[in-house]
């Protein structure tokens, strides 16, 4: 039989091991989320700012106004229809 210490040192690291893997378990579940929610509002951020590019080049394209844009954004281009 083995002497008492020796049982009792084993199972100590037993418990370290198991409570080691369950913490370090959560810690890494935990920086892993941060991290793709980061990267999922870093692509957020960039495709704003492709939107606003497109929209900015389109306007560039056609010539139109701000305004004459907003308005056919907003489906009010009946005004702007000839009536022939």
Same mark, same amino acid.
Do not use: C
């Given at each position: %039989? /083995?002497? *008492?210490?020796?049982?009792?040192?084993? $199972?100590?690291?037993?418990?370290?091991?198991?409570? +080691? &893997?369950?913490? +370090?378990?959560?810690?890494? #579940? =935990? #920086? %892993?989320?941060? !991290?793709?929610?980061? =990267?999922?509002? %870093?692509?957020?951020?960039?495709?704003?700012?492709?939107?606003?590019?497109?929209? $900015?080049?389109?306007?560039?394209? #056609? +010539?139109?106004? !701000?305004?004459?844009? /907003?308005? #056919? /954004?907003?489906?009010?281009?009946? *005004?702007?229809? *000839? &009536?022939?």
């Amino acid at each position: %039989m /083995e002497p *008492d210490w020796i049982i009792r040192a084993r $199972r100590w690291g037993y418990v370290r091991i198991i409570t +080691g &893997t369950i913490v +370090g378990g959560i810690i890494g #579940f =935990y #920086f %892993m989320h941060r !991290a793709e929610l980061k =990267y999922k509002e %870093m692509w957020n951020r960039r495709l704003a700012e492709y939107v606003e590019e497109k929209k $900015r080049r389109e306007n560039l394209e #056609f +010539g139109l106004s !701000a305004d004459l844009q /907003e308005k #056919f /954004e907003f489906g009010e281009s009946s *005004d702007l229809q *000839d &009536t022939n």
